[in-house]
């Protein structure tokens, strides 16, 4: 059932980054500017390494966009690598320069590297570090923005926080069930150097970045994503693979250092009884749950809604009308300044593991790879449940599916 398709492609240190998404409807306004402003959320945050400092990402729309509108055609994108100047014949493609540079030999506990060359027979690390690194996330946070920037036509907007960073938590709150707290919780997170709602959580964050960073040690920590505006239908009970949760988690998990994700209280839920987690229904005609816009208006459940949002938007796989939370667990960056041991792949002798630049905390950014990958999904099972290859027959299809859940 799926409507869209994407890929991404290149190395880290390669030429450029190449992505193509395929699926999306003729119509829908698309500019460049709008991807750049979402490589741009991804690239800061506190805790980032030096590469982020000599990247400054962009976006090069190459098709399936005319005069600023989607052609329905499928989208390419491109963005440079600015550091391939130093990388040239180290990262070429070309035979004439094999040998150029030393081969990487000592793997980094906590990345791809060795069950990599292992499985893909390489004598050099590097052909596996290349591609692993999460350099790529820039390709998937651009495809992310088309994503979002045709999802916040129908008023759903996707956001992320961050809620700790290694044992430092933001004050405690509930999994939020109301899109205006959502919406201004992602306003404070934004002016947060660690993208983290909590003053003086986000202070102390940054305490212990700086002591991670003095002691060539990294950290990892906790964020959630939420979508508000959704209608209630999307995704489906009756078939594993059509499961939103599921979807969801598949989608998420694929981040680079994603070691767990929940949905609404997740985990949470397991020390809990029936009684305290279930999210009571009422309905009210006039109800409208503080959302903008004309869609939020209309009411995304149709009158229905919940007290509490412990589900996080999604019963049987399918969205209930509340907003969606997601919550991901980043495990701390594996390359360490101070490196664990580790064993050389040829010589076979114990040595420290090798050090490439690296960032020291990146859950900020990982945030935003989360966003965009959450948009994906999202506007996959939109899609699939007011398909069309139009703006308009989609807008015509959801329009319709508003009118039919106000008169239920
Ligand atoms: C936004 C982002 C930035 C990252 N930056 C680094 C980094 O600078 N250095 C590093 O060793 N790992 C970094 N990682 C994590 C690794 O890419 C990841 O742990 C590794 O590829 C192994 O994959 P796994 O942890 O999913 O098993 C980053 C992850 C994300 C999402």
């Known amino acids: 059932m799926q409507t869209i398709r994407f890929f991404t492609s290149g190395e880290s240190h390669g030429k450029a980054l190449t992505g193509i998404i395929e699926g999306i409807p003729s119509g829908f306004p698309i500019s460049s ?3 750049d402003r979402e490589l741009r959320r991804r690239q800061g945050g506190y805790g980032r390494g030096g590469r982020m400092k000599i990247e400054s990402d962009h976006a090069e729309i190459l098709s399936g966009v005319r005069w600023g509108k989607t052609l329905g055609s499928p989208i390419s994108i491109l963005i440079e690598n600015k550091d391939w100047k130093n990388w040239q014949e180290g990262m070429s493609v070309d035979a004439a320069c094999d040998g150029s540079l030393k081969p990487v030999t000592r793997p980094r506990p906590g990345h791809a590297d060795l069950a990599g060359v292992l499985k893909y ?66 306003e404070k997170a934004e002016k947060s150097p660690v993208r983290c709602p909590d003053e003086d959580a986000s202070k102390r964050m940054v305490r212990l970045i700086d002591k991670a960073i003095k002691e060539g040690n990294s950290l990892g920590g906790i964020f959630e994503v939420f979508v508000t505006g959704l209608p209630v239908g999307l995704g489906s009970h009756v078939q594993w693979d059509r499961k939103l949760d599921g979807r969801i988690a598949q989608a998420v998990m694929s981040i680079q250092a994603m070691k767990g994700v929940e949905i609404g209280l997740g985990f949470g839920m397991a020390k809990k009884s029936g009684s305290e987690v279930m999210d009571e ?31 996080g938007g999604l019963e049987g796989g399918i969205s209930n009308g509340m907003p969606l939370i997601v919550r991901a667990a980043m495990k701390p960056i594996p390359t360490l300044r101070k490196p664990l041991m580790s064993v050389d792949i040829h010589t076979k002798k114990t040595f420290s593991a090798a ?33 069309g290859d139009s703006r308009e027959e989609i807008e015509r299809n959801y329009n319709a599916y508003l009118s039919y859940l106000i008169t239920f």
Request: proline content about 1%; overall charge positive; glycine content about 8%.
């Open 355 to 387: 050090y490439e630049r690296s960032d020291v905390c990146a859950v900020p950014a990982a945030a935003v790879v989360a966003e965009a990958m959450t948009a994906l999904v999202v506007a996959d099972a939109f899609f699939e449940k007011f398909g």
């Open 281 to 311: 229904i009422i309905f009210s005609r006039k109800s409208v749950k503080g959302g903008t816009g004309k869609s939020a208006q209309l009411l995304t459940g149709g009158g229905f809604s919940r007290k509490t949002n412990n589900a």
């Open 121 to 186: 027979n390489h004598s050099d690390i590097r052909n596996i570090l290349e591609r692993s690194s999460a350099r790529e996330t820039a390709m998937r946070v651009a495809l992310g923005a088309i994503a979002k920037e045709i999802l916040s036509e129908f008023d759903i907007r996707i956001g992320s926080y961050v809620i700790q960073i290694g044992k430092v938590q933001c004050s405690e709150f509930k999994v939020q069930s109301s899109e205006k707290d959502l919406l201004q919780t992602f």
């Open 33 to 35: 500017e709008a991807i």
